[in-house]
Nanobody
Framework: QVQLVESGGGLVQAGGSLRLSCAAS????????MGWFRQAPGKEREFVAV????????VYADSVKGRFTVSRDSAKNTVALQMNSLQPEDTAVYYCAAEKDGLLRTTSSTYDYWGQGTQVTVSA
């Protein structure tokens, strides 16, 4: 079993920045891919970014390319999401997730473990 805990959410004005962090504990494996998803009220959960365990392979959603950066510290079992130039449409609950086969998937149903989520609110 893997436990994921997100932190770093909050309220920010449009154009501002936030950094989310996800700490993994429990039975972690070296080949896990770590993804970030978000869910706004009344909308489906959507893919944001995913990073391979090595940190050398990354995939971003088109909506966040150039603004968000995902990174990981494998030694500390943490993954971060640096979010810059935030816009009101980025408002959502952000979740980190682990994919135990190490595949850089963009579909939420393929992930095996999830954190509880952290709220990000961007005011206009």
């Amino acid at each position: 079993q893997v436990q994921l805990v997100e932190s770093g959410g909050g309220l920010v004005q449009a154009g501002g920045s936030l950094r989310l962090s996800c700490a993994a504990s429990g039975r972690t494996y070296s080949n896990y891919a770590m993804g970030w998803f978000r869910q706004a009220p009344g909308k489906e959960r959507e893919f944001v970014a995913v990073i391979a365990w090595s940190g050398r392979r990354l995939v971003y959603a088109d909506s966040v390319k150039g603004r968000f950066t995902v990174s990981r510290d494998s030694a500390k079992n943490t993954v971060a999401l640096q979010m810059n130039s935030l816009q009101p449409e980025d408002t959502a609950v952000y979740y980190c997730a682990a994919e135990k086969d190490g595949l850089l998937r963009t579909t939420s149903s393929t992930y095996d473990y999830w954190g509880q989520g952290t709220q990000v609110t961007v005011s206009a």
